[in-house]
C-alpha cells in the first residue's frame, strides 16, 4: 500500500467508511484516525501503533450536539470546561454509553471525549456523520508527529493516506480532565494550561505519571522518548561542559546556550512565549532526533503556564 499524502477531504471520508485507517490533523497533534464504531478500524489502530489494548483511545465528536450519543452523567463543572474550550484541545472523561465499544476504552466505565479545533478535523467528522477514535499518529512510546510527513514516515505503507492540515498549530495533546467522585482531575497535562483551567474549577491535582496508568506505570512512564538519549536538565550549560567530546543537541526556551563548542541547537521561542514554544516542541526534537547526535540535553522550563506541559513531556522523554 503507498501511503499519499492529501487534503482531499471526499477522500479520507471514502477510506474511514470501508473501515480504513488514516492520519488526520488536529488543532494539536496528528492522529491514527478510524471510524469508533468499526471493530475493525479500532483493532487496526491498536495494531499499527503497536499500543497495548489496557490503553483506550480518545474518541472525537464534531460539537457538543453529538454529545449525548456517546456519553451520560456529565457533572456541571465539565459542561464548563467544554462550553469554554471547545472546540479546542481538551478532553474530558465522561460515563460512556453501552454504544461506545469496550475496547475503544480498554473496558473503563468512561470514555475520553473531544471536539477538535481544527477545520479540516471538523468537515472529517461532519462529512462521516460517525464519530473518530484518534490516538497521536506516532508508533507508541515515540514523539507525536505535528506534520503529515511525521506520520507518512511513521506509518509508510501501513495506512492509505494522511489528510494533510498543514503544521499543527498547537503542538502539544490535548489536557485531559476527569471526574473521579466528581471533583476535577487533570489526568494529563496538555496544550491548555493548569492557571486556564482553574480559572473554570478552581484548584485541581494533577495525576502523577504513575498515578495516571495505574495498570502499568513503568511501562507507559516512557513515552514521547526520540531515539537519541534526552536529558532534562536545570543548568544546560553545565551538563555540556561535561561531555565537550559529544555531538550534542541542545533545547531551550528563549536562548541559544553558550558551551564555547559547537552544538546543534533549537530555541523554541526567542520571544519567551509558553504558547510557541509549546508549538514548536516536537518538531525541533523531531530535527534533532534526525541528525544522529550523541545526546540531546534540554533546559527545564518554568514550571507554570505550558512551561508545565513541555516539562512532563521531555521528562517522559528522557532515558537519563
Ligand atoms: O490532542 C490529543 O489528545 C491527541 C489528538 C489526536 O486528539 N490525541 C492523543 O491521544 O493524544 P493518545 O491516545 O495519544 O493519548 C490519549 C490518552 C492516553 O494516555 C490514554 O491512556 C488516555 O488518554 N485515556 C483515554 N481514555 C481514557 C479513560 N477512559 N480514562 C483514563 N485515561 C484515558
Ligand atoms: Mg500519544
Same mark, same amino acid.
Given at each position: 500500500?503507498?501511503?499519499v499524502i492529501s487534503s482531499?477531504?471526499e &477522500?479520507?471520508a471514502?477510506?474511514l467508511r470501508q473501515?480504513? $485507517?488514516?492520519g ?6 496528528? !492522529? &491514527?484516525? /478510524? ?15 503497536q499500543?497495548?489494548?489496557?490503553n483506550p483511545l480518545?474518541?472525537h465528536i464534531p460539537?457538543?450536539d453529538a &454529545?449525548d450519543?456517546v456519553v #451520560?452523567d ?6 464548563? @470546561?467544554?462550553r469554554r474550550f ?12 453501552p +454504544? $461506545?465499544?469496550d475496547?475503544v476504552?480498554?473496558g #473503563?466505565?468512561t470514555?475520553?471525549?473531544r471536539?477538535p479545533a481544527h477545520?479540516?478535523? @471538523?468537515?472529517l467528522?461532519?462529512?462521516t456523520g460517525f464519530p473518530?477514535?484518534?490516538?497521536s499518529?506516532?508508533p507508541? !512510546? ?5 506534520r503529515a510527513?511525521?506520520?507518512?514516515e511513521y506509518?509508510d505503507?501501513?495506512?492509505p493516506?494522511?489528510?494533510d492540515g498543514g503544521?499543527?498549530?498547537?503542538g502539544?495533546e490535548?489536557t485531559?480532565? /476527569?471526574?473521579p %467522585? /466528581? ?5 494529563r ?6 492557571e +486556564?483551567?482553574? *480559572?473554570?474549577t478552581?484548584?485541581v491535582?494533577?495525576? #502523577?505519571i504513575?498515578?495516571a496508568?495505574p495498570?502499568a506505570? !513503568?511501562?507507559?512512564l516512557?513515552?514521547? *522518548? ?6 532534562l *536538565?536545570d543548568n544546560a550549560? =553545565?551538563?555540556?561542559l #561535561?561531555h565537550p %567530546?559529544? %555531538? ?5 526556551f528563549?536562548?541559544?546556550v553558550?558551551?564555547g563548542f559547537?552544538?546543534?541547537? =533549537?530555541?523554541?521561542s526567542?520571544? /519567551? ?6 508549538a514548536?516542541l516536537?518538531d525541533?526534537?523531531?530535527? &534533532?532526533d ?18 508545565r506541559t513541555? %516539562? ?5 522523554g528522557?532515558?537519563l
Amino acid at each position: 500500500m503507498e501511503t499519499v499524502i492529501s487534503s482531499d477531504i471526499e &477522500l479520507a471520508a471514502a477510506f474511514l467508511r470501508q473501515e480504513a $485507517v488514516i492520519g488526520m490533523p488536529t488543532e494539536t497533534v496528528y !492522529g &491514527l484516525a /478510524g471510524n469508533a464504531f468499526s471493530p475493525k478500524a479500532v483493532a487496526s489502530i491498536f495494531a499499527i501503533k503497536q499500543r497495548p489494548a489496557f490503553n483506550p483511545l480518545i474518541l472525537h465528536i464534531p460539537g457538543i450536539d453529538a &454529545l449525548d450519543d456517546v456519553v #451520560k452523567d456529565i457533572p456541571e463543572t465539565a459542561t464548563e @470546561l467544554m462550553r469554554r474550550f471547545w472546540p479546542g484541545p481538551i478532553t474530558l472523561l465522561l460515563p460512556k454509553r453501552p +454504544a $461506545v465499544p469496550d475496547t475503544v476504552t480498554a473496558g #473503563k466505565p468512561t470514555v475520553a471525549v473531544r471536539v477538535p479545533a481544527h477545520p479540516m478535523a @471538523l468537515a472529517l467528522l461532519r462529512t462521516t456523520g460517525f464519530p473518530l477514535v484518534a490516538p497521536s499518529a506516532n508508533p507508541f !512510546g515515540s514523539i507525536s508527529p505535528t506534520r503529515a510527513i511525521h506520520v507518512a514516515e511513521y506509518f509508510d505503507g501501513l495506512i492509505p493516506l494522511v489528510l494533510d492540515g498543514g503544521e499543527c498549530p498547537r503542538g502539544v495533546e490535548s489536557t485531559i480532565v /476527569g471526574f473521579p %467522585n /466528581g471533583e476535577p482531575v487533570v489526568y494529563r497535562l496538555g496544550a491548555i494550561s493548569l492557571e +486556564a483551567i482553574e *480559572a473554570i474549577t478552581g484548584p485541581v491535582r494533577v495525576l #502523577k505519571i504513575a498515578e495516571a496508568v495505574p495498570d502499568a506505570p !513503568g511501562m507507559l512512564l516512557r513515552h514521547y *522518548a526520540p531515539r537519541t538519549p534526552l536529558m532534562l *536538565a536545570d543548568n544546560a550549560r =553545565e551538563e555540556a561542559l #561535561k561531555h565537550p %567530546n559529544l %555531538n550534542i543537541g541542545i533545547l531551550t526556551f528563549d536562548a541559544p546556550v553558550d558551551t564555547g563548542f559547537e552544538t546543534h541547537q =533549537e530555541v523554541l521561542s526567542p520571544a /519567551g512565549s509558553d504558547e510557541i514554544a509549546a508549538a514548536a516542541l516536537y518538531d525541533a526534537l523531531h530535527r &534533532l532526533d534526525r541528525l544522529g547526535l550523541d545526546l540531546i540535553i534540554a533546559q527545564r522550563f518554568p514550571d507554570e503556564g505550558l512551561g508545565r506541559t513541555i %516539562n512532563d513531556r521531555l521528562l517522559r522523554g528522557a532515558r537519563l
